[in-house]
């Protein structure tokens, strides 16, 4: 089966180490040069000098995640075309490396977005958590962004400002140090002051506009990925909903026909996240995984589970276990090894890499310290578990076909 386990790795200083990854019966490394800035291009040297760290611990450099887009690209800024450029060049040089899939997104200003990144879990332990009145709170009371009370309604004004007035001064100031720090994956750190100024430079950008920002880019790039043999798999939006007034364009099923039909061929692929992707119950995942198969480069698996009730049509929810919350990770399981089957079938030799996306913070995750939403023994038992799914789905139909053979 062409299936790889993969492990999210933050480089030399990422707390959860090469070791563990592989003691975790990974194969592949998820991985990016994160000192590099967002719109530089990424050199051979330093490329090979990563790969040679991972190969000494037995290795395999996989999948970037994630090659950065610059706030210029998205914007039309003053020097997008240099960024695209670098970014093409960054390509060319990851394939001449002999890496061939790389994860990035289009989400505006901030990528993937939580309030409490310690938030006790239904189980044990602790957790990831996006909570949508807090948010809204940061947005209407810190941030004090024009047209927010608009945007939110008078509902959630009253609802965040309750919220606003219940934290405590350390709360506050966690909370706004969580949105604004950037998690795992991101290049920068803001400030409230930094952050206005830049949600300025989107003004007037609308849907549709990020969305022919995007056609051009794909229109750009996909060529040179296409030339280099090397996916590009565009990751959803984390949550799907637009925030702070931003528009968000990698949100649901159409978002992502919308996506493949800019470019037709495997340079323009998916990082299916079914987490991301969950928090929507409008989202149906299994429909989705079957739909776009064969588009797939990455699979990011997890689970969200959405909190009662929503403010202004945006879900609270945080990090489930693999198995619990509102993804079927079985039935997507079995999606998957058919899809996988498929391929092979098909002469495709190419792997398709899969990791445990997120975790749970287990045992001693949170004393050891990691990068949030990264634990070392929360991911292990999340691959553990999808380990045996997996396995499981390719037994239960490698048996099927054998007993469904006419003598």
Same mark, same amino acid.
Not at 80 to 98: E, K, M, P, Y
Not at 263 to 278: E, F, K, M, P, R
Not at 364 to 378: F, H, K, L, M, S
């Given at each position: ?22 003691? @975790?019966? /990974? ?5 990016? *040069?994160?000192?590099?800035? =967002?719109? !530089?291009? &990424?050199?051979? #040297? +330093? ?86 009145? @807090?948010? /809204? ?5 810190? *941030?004090?962004?024009?047209? =927010?009370? !608009?945007? &939110?309604?008078? #509902? +959630? ?251």
């Amino acid at each position: 089966m062409l299936l790889e386990q993969t492990w999210r790795w933050f480089g030399s200083n990422d707390r959860v180490t090469l070791r563990d990854a592989r003691e @975790a019966g /990974a194969t592949g490394i998820v991985t990016s *040069l994160h000192e590099i800035s =967002a719109g !530089e291009i &990424w050199p051979v #040297e +330093a490329i090979r000098e990563r790969q040679k760290m991972i190969r000494a611990a037995k290795l395999e450099w996989t999948v970037v995640e994630s090659l950065e887009v610059t706030e210029r690209i998205k914007m039309r800024a003053p020097g997008w075309q240099q960024d695209v450029g670098s970014f093409a060049q960054s390509i060319r040089n990851l394939a001449t490396c002999g890496i061939h899939t790389v994860a990035y997104n289009w989400m505006p200003l901030f990528s993937w977005m939580r309030t409490h990144l310690h938030e006790p879990a239904p189980k044990g332990g602790f957790t990831t958590r996006f909570d949508a009145t @807090a948010f /809204a709170a940061f947005d209407l009371f810190m *941030l004090k962004r024009k047209a =927010a009370e !608009e945007e &939110w309604g008078e #509902e +959630a004004v009253s609802a965040a400002h309750a919220c606003f007035e219940r934290l405590l001064p350390v709360e506050a100031d966690m909370l706004r140090e969580t949105i604004l720090a950037g998690l795992p994956g991101g290049h920068h750190r803001l400030t409230l002051e930094q952050t206005s100024e830049m949600l300025r430079g989107y003004e007037g950008i609308s849907r549709a506009e990020l969305r022919s920002t995007l056609a051009e880019f794909l229109a750009r790039v996909c060529p040179v990925a296409q030339e280099c043999g090397v996916r590009l798999c565009i990751h959803p939006d984390d949550p799907p909903r637009p925030l702070l007034g931003l528009p968000r364009i990698v949100s649901t099923a159409e978002d992502l026909r919308w996506i493949l039909d800019q470019h037709d061929g495997d340079a323009n692929s998916l990082t299916l996240c079914t987490g991301a992707l969950g928090v929507r119950a409008d989202n149906d995942l299994r429909a989705m995984l079957t739909e776009f198969a064969p588009r797939i480069g990455f699979l990011h698996l997890r689970s969200t589970e959405r909190e009662p009730g929503t403010i202004a049509g945006m879900e609270s929810f945080f990090e489930a276990a693999h198995l619990d919350g509102d993804t079927d990770l079985i039935s997507l399981a079995i999606e998957v090894v058919r899809e996988a089957r498929r391929r092979e079938l098909a002469g495709d030799k190419r792997s398709l890499p899969f990791r445990a996306d997120h975790g749970q913070e287990l045992l001693n995750d949170r004393e050891r310290g990691a990068a949030p939403g990264y634990p070392a023994v929360g991911r292990l038992r999340g691959l553990a578990e999808l380990r045996g799914a997996l396995t499981m789905a390719e037994r239960c139909m490698t048996k099927v076909e054998q007993e469904c053979r006419i003598p």
